[in-house]
């Protein structure tokens, strides 16, 4: 961390719950309930398939939208582990906030039809 004076202020604390949390706490919301309704429908359970970034890449027919979401989610880890190794954490925070600026303002706002079905490209 950079020697800085500490500033605590509630307000600060607020800023930082609106701006950040409830936003990423709402992605996380409608990653869940995506899955739930994806359950539901099929009558399968849910797994993690870890090769799947993999998969979309190689297939013409993925979603741009979920292969640039994956990939700025890659160069978000990498440049955390870099800076982590070379304890640079002031690095890490704002490419953090933008990550999470994408996901939720653009990625799920642009993918929630699709997501919910409601375009008729619902993704099995």
């Not at 930082?16 to 990423?24: A, G, M, N």
């Not at 099929?42 to 870890?50: H, I, Y």
């Not at 978000?76 to 870099?82: G, M």
């Amino acid at each position: 961390m950079r020697a800085e004076p500490l500033r605590f202020s509630a307000e600060g604390v607020k800023s930082i719950v609106r701006d950040i949390f409830l936003p990423w706490f709402n992605a996380y919301r409608f990653l869940i309930q995506n899955i739930t309704r994806w359950e539901s429908k099929s009558g399968k359970q849910f797994v993690f398939d870890p090769e799947l970034k993999y998969k979309l890449r190689k297939d013409p027919n993925a979603n741009f939208t979920d292969n640039w979401i994956i990939a700025a989610n890659q160069n978000l880890i990498k440049l955390v582990r870099n800076e982590m190794d070379n304890y640079k954490l002031y690095n890490v925070v704002r490419p953090t906030l933008d990550f999470i600026e994408d996901l939720t303002n653009w990625y799920v706002r642009l993918n929630r039809p699709r997501m919910k079905g409601d375009d008729n490209t619902a993704e099995d």
